[in-house]
């Protein structure tokens, strides 16, 4: 079982980015998945999941309008398009994955499955 997230990188702020994640050894289309990040210093939190039952989404406050979270069960594979950047969303962002879990959750400790992370800096 493995997720594998991509897309990371240097953007300056205003900017957009694509964080792509494909898993492997477990499908996730009965997977809640989620995006998750930790800039230096901090705790990780939670930035945006998506339930496979019915679609339902989350976002974190500091991102809502600006990031959406999406999947593409025939690549097995999940993404979070980033636009209008802003240095204070510089951190180490980590895919992760809840099979059979239903329930759209921006809680770490459900799930099961993370990515080894991807950075991103936004910066002029």
């Known amino acids: 079982v493995q997720l594998q997230a991509s897309g990371g990188g240097l953007v300056q702020p205003g900017g957009s980015l694509r964080l792509s994640c494909a898993a492997s050894g477990f499908t996730l289309d009965s997977s809640t998945i989620g995006w998750f990040r930790q800039a230096p210093g901090k705790e990780r939190e939670g930035v945006s999941c998506?339930?496979?039952?019915?679609?339902?989404?989350l976002y974190a406050d500091s991102v809502k309008g600006r990031f959406t979270i999406s999947r593409d069960n025939t690549k097995n594979t999940m993404y979070l398009q980033m636009n209008s950047l802003k240095p204070e969303d510089t951190a180490v962002y980590y895919c992760?994955?809840?099979?059979?879990?239903?329930?759209?959750?921006?809680?770490?400790?459900?799930?099961?499955?993370w990515g080894q992370g991807t950075q991103v800096t936004v910066s002029s």
């Open positions: 992760a994955a809840a099979p059979l879990f239903t329930i759209a959750t921006m809680t770490p400790e459900w799930y099961d499955y």
């Open positions: 998506i339930t496979s039952s019915d679609g339902s989404t």
